[in-house]
């Protein structure tokens, strides 16, 4: 089993910058692919970003490509996100995730394991 736990979320002014981290413990997450999504309140669980077990074969929703930074450190069984130009409709519920086989995947259904997630919302 792999534990989750997502943190860096906060109250932001559009413009600001942010980096959430997804610390895992369990078991080691080297070789698993990572995911970063976010749900807006009202709307599906959207794919914001994924990458495979190296830290390579990264993948960013449109809506994001240019601002946001998915990367991992596997010495510290952690993968983070980093969120530059920070839009209000970036608000929402921001989520890691964790597939024990195969590359990064915007398919939400391929992942194994989730944290509970972290607030991000932005101010206009």
């Known amino acids: 089993q792999v534990q989750l736990v997502e943190s860096g979320g906060g109250l932001v002014q559009a413009g600001d910058s942010l980096r959430l981290s997804c610390a895992a413990s369990?078991?080691?997450?080297?070789?698993?692919?990572m995911g970063w999504f976010r749900q807006a309140p009202g709307k599906e669980r959207e794919f914001v970003a994924a990458?495979?077990?190296?830290?390579?074969?990264?993948r960013y929703a449109d809506s994001i490509k240019g601002r946001f930074a998915i990367s991992r450190d596997n010495a510290k069984n952690t993968v983070y996100l980093r969120m530059n130009s920070l839009k209000p409709e970036d608000t929402a519920v921001y989520y890691c995730?964790?597939?024990?086989?195969?590359?990064?995947?915007?398919?939400?259904?391929?992942?194994?394991?989730w944290g509970q997630g972290t607030q991000v919302t932005v101010s206009s």
């Open positions: 369990g078991r080691s997450i080297s070789s698993y692919a």
């Open positions: 990458t495979g077990w190296s830290g390579s074969n990264t």
């Open positions: 995730a964790a597939r024990d086989r195969g590359s990064g995947s915007v398919d939400i259904r391929v992942y194994d394991y």
